[in-house]
């Protein structure tokens, strides 16, 4: 399966956009609605650094925490993670570029790490939505490895420019093909 059209094979690139603190700063949203979570269901209130709260960070907190509570938390988070979007913040520069790489007619690709429910809840709230060709989830892919699918997908990957904020996952990109010339570290 290969997503580009025969007009993206004339303009040769297809630009790839990670969201979560790439394309949007989702931390606060998310470590709120985890905090709330972790408040409704064990009654406790955690204290959270200013990076982004994850679930093994949930589990190193509260190590003792049963397996269903655990799983309450999640659900409960994600449904409350909803009321958090005036929290998260479009970086208005990447957004520009996303826009005017699809206007261009260049392939743009969501790739992202976020369950399909909360990254449409943020595109949507920001309007990203449409400047996307498609949209790819942790859904679409197996063992959290977005840039083994991306591989699979557009196989090689010269045409590829994308566009990521962490470390780690930049240094994944690398060792799944990209070159570090095809990555645009984004911060802010």
């Keep these: ?12 690139f297809v630009f790839v956009f990670d969201l979560d603190n790439t394309l949007v700063k989702t931390n ?3 470590n709120n609605a985890y905090k709330e979570a ?16 994850t679930r093994s960070e949930l589990r190193a907190y509260l190590p003792d925490l049963p397996m269903v509570d655990y799983d309450a938390i999640i659900t409960l988070k994600e449904e409350l993670y909803v009321k958090q979007l005036h929290k998260t913040k479009l970086n208005k520069q ?3 570029i996303l826009t005017l790489t699809r206007a261009g007619g260049n392939e743009t690709i969501l790739l992202t790490e ?3 429910t909360r990254a449409k809840q943020v595109c949507d709230y920001h309007s990203l939505t449409p400047f996307f060709s ?10 959290d490895n977005k840039y083994g699918f991306l591989k699979k997908i557009l196989h090689p990957l010269s045409s ?8 780690s996952e930049i240094k994944r990109a690398i060792r799944h093909g990209l070159h570090q010339s095809q990555i645009i570290t984004i911060k802010f």
Excluded: P
């Design 160 to 167: 590829v420019v994308l566009f990521e904020n962490e470390d």
């Design 28 to 30: 606060q949203a998310n």
């Design 1 to 12: 399966m290969n997503v580009l059209t025969q007009k993206s094979k004339r303009n040769q």
């Design 114 to 116: 976020c369950s399909k």
């Design 38 to 53: 972790v408040r409704t269901i064990t009654g406790k209130d955690i204290s959270m650094n200013m990076g982004r709260f």
């Design 94 to 96: 990447l957004c520009k």
């Design 134 to 143: 498609v949209m790819f989830f942790k859904e679409d892919y197996e063992d």
